[in-house]
């Protein structure tokens, strides 16, 4: 389907490999994730601990000398200029810190506190995956109707909010209750992820887009590995001087590590505070719904327009007459 459908952009000139970059900031990324676990998980002291989180950070700092200094660096870290592509990946960052520690706590609510297997506790997590993908199919007339800056303030404290009513969970808790309260969930995280990725991109030009994409995948996949460290962080907080055997020491233990992660996530929608209410507009097409109202479009899914890249133009408007016209391809 890719092969068929995808249209094959290639650019004419691609900058080769930052070795010194990829070293510098694949080290000190590599290194600052392991001293979040052993700190977690209490192997090594605090000497050892605080020595490797010192020549992380300086790697770090190596990295950003460098990337000011270097004509095409790993990652650009220039676009952090560009003001919705700064909120955006910073702001996913932060809330993906509370809501990364979701896949670590929910087994041990169900398993430890609730005394579930594993299989059936596994089984509670699918209705988040499904609501995720019906998420999907509404999150862009959803998108037009309220804007970026609307949704990722109000999903943001809603997200929170649901992480923080499983506190309410406990043994007496029906599996119905459990399921409706993880199709919620799944589905505001769905909304806020879906919002947050396409965010990146509403004022990257063509020619920086693989360069914000970069940056972007990145500060996605380490924030959930650092979300799951800190989510152990503060499990081991609450249960550090627990009976991790009586289920009624454990729930409320896991209940108050619920409600740190949801009270994070939801001071994390400060970060999406300075955003306008017309940003990724040119994405969502929020003012044109504003001006007109809300509905589904005539033709559902809708159609989409992907512009060619500057270098693409000539040659795929070839014969036309016209080398402004976009790329028509359904969404």
Known sequence: MIRRYMPDFREDQVDPLD???FVL???GIALLSYVLEVFGEHTLALGPIAFLLVVALLLLAAYGWHAQHDEAPLLDLALFKVRTFRLSVIGGFV???GVGGMPFLL???YQIGLGYPAWKAGLLTMPQALSAMGMKLISRPVLARFGYRAILLGNTV????TMMVFTRIGPGTPIGGIMALSLAQGFFASLQFTSVNSLVYADVSDHEASKA?????TAQQLSLSFGVAFGSLVVG?????VDQTDPAQTVPALHKAFFALGGMTILSAVTFWRLQSDDGSNISNHRQHSQTGWSLPATWPPRREARIPDSRRSTSARGTGNHSQPYNESW
Do not use: E, K, M, V
């Not at 994409?213 to 995948?217: D, P, Q, W």
């Not at 907080?237 to 001087?241: A, E, N, T």
């Open 95 to 97: 809330t993906r810190l």
């Open 158 to 161: 809603l997200l929170g909010l």
């Open 25 to 27: 900031f694949g080290t």
């Open 213 to 217: 994409s970069s940056i972007a995948s």
């Open 107 to 109: 087994p041990l609510l």
């Open 19 to 21: 070795r010194t970059g």
């Open 237 to 241: 907080w609450f249960l550090g001087h």
